[in-house]
């Protein structure tokens, strides 16, 4: 299976849009799809929480009409357009809860919503929220302090500021993620905030001037001390907590001797057999399908044992049930 393949089975990757970047200074390409019967307006409130219909199954998205009754000050973001609509993001900040219950429709955090909505519309409301959360934290430039206006659509910032006029743009910081092998067992890590028996692959921001591959070997070796050489890409993952890209690798370790470093409570070895029996007896917890994480761990299984996750995996919840 080549990456592209694998990416598109990450939650938050099957987004099929035409963003349109070409046309986002296009004021007159952008009225027309504002206008359109067909267009739909996403919204999001301050939280990062969507909109979405009563039973939690899609998103609640607006028409047109509906934007300028409900909406009518906030200034959409073009996302970009599929064979059946434009698509925009809106946020709101005011009486939330009413806004939702005059339209049949409730609130959605995007994790939820991760495996909750169909492909399109969870990524497509990572899109929305990665681009918005931007939006409210370029409110002023960086450089000299002034306040920035926004152009291209939502997607580009402008410092108003007479002797500086810098121009800013969405961010998103790479991260990688690996699931490291040595012969028939892979590496796992524990942060020391996770209860006893739950598990996942290390991880790592990449640094400036670094390939990925470098930081590959690097987070292994400064989170559990293990030497790692070959690696390679596995798939990638948007992953808007706030403005992250995961990219993940698979890697091999030349040296398996583990020394936890400061950020991991613990690390170490799973054979096969391992994981079966944990995952048996529910002693083993692993990152949900939202996470690339889980899709590391079922490549690994699947290569090296020819078992499927999805045959083993338990229900233990990677996280408590939010009250």
């Not at 359109?36 to 990062?48: I, K, N, P, Q, S």
């Not at 470098?214 to 948007?238: F, I, K, L, N, W």
């Amino acid at each position: 299976m080549v990456a592209s393949v694998r990416s598109r089975a990450n939650v938050f990757a099957a987004l099929a849009l035409d963003r349109a970047g070409e046309f986002r200074d296009d004021d007159a390409f952008i009225g027309l799809h504002r206008a359109a019967e067909t267009t739909r307006f996403l919204v999001l409130r301050a939280d990062g929480r969507a909109l979405v219909d009563e039973a939690r199954r899609s998103l609640r998205a607006l028409t047109e009409a509906e934007r300028a009754e409900r909406v009518p000050l906030a200034v959409p973001t073009f996302l970009g357009r599929n064979e059946h609509a434009a698509w925009f993001a809106v946020g709101v900040e005011a009486d939330e809860d009413a806004f939702a219950q005059s339209l049949g429709a409730r609130w959605m955090d995007l994790r939820s919503a991760g495996l909750a909505l169909p492909a399109f519309d969870a990524g497509l409301f990572a899109y929305a929220r990665g681009v918005l959360f931007w939006q409210t934290r370029v409110r002023f430039c960086g450089a000299c302090g002034s306040p920035t206006v926004l152009l291209s659509s939502g997607h580009r910032a402008r410092c108003t500021g007479a002797a500086c006029g810098l121009e800013h743009f969405p961010r998103t910081d790479p991260a990688i993620i690996v699931i490291v092998g040595w012969r028939d067992a892979c590496l796992l890590g524990r942060q020391p905030s996770w209860p006893q028996g739950r598990w996942s692959t290390l991880a790592g921001f990449v640094e400036p001037g670094e390939t990925l591959e470098d930081a590959v070997r690097r987070e292994v070796h400064e989170e559990a001390g293990v030497t790692v050489d070959e690696c390679d890409y596995h798939s990638s993952q948007p992953w808007p907590f706030p403005s992250s890209l995961m990219l993940g690798f698979t890697a091999r370790a030349t040296d398996p001797a583990i020394k936890v470093g400061a950020e991991l409570a613990e690390a170490r070895w799973f054979e096969v057999d391992d994981i079966v029996r944990g995952l048996a007896d529910k002693s083993f917890v692993l990152p949900p399908p939202l996470s690339v994480s889980h899709r590391l761990i079922e490549h690994w299984l699947r290569e090296t044992a020819g078992l499927e996750l999805s045959a083993l995996a338990n229900d233990e919840p990677w996280l408590a049930p939010r009250r």
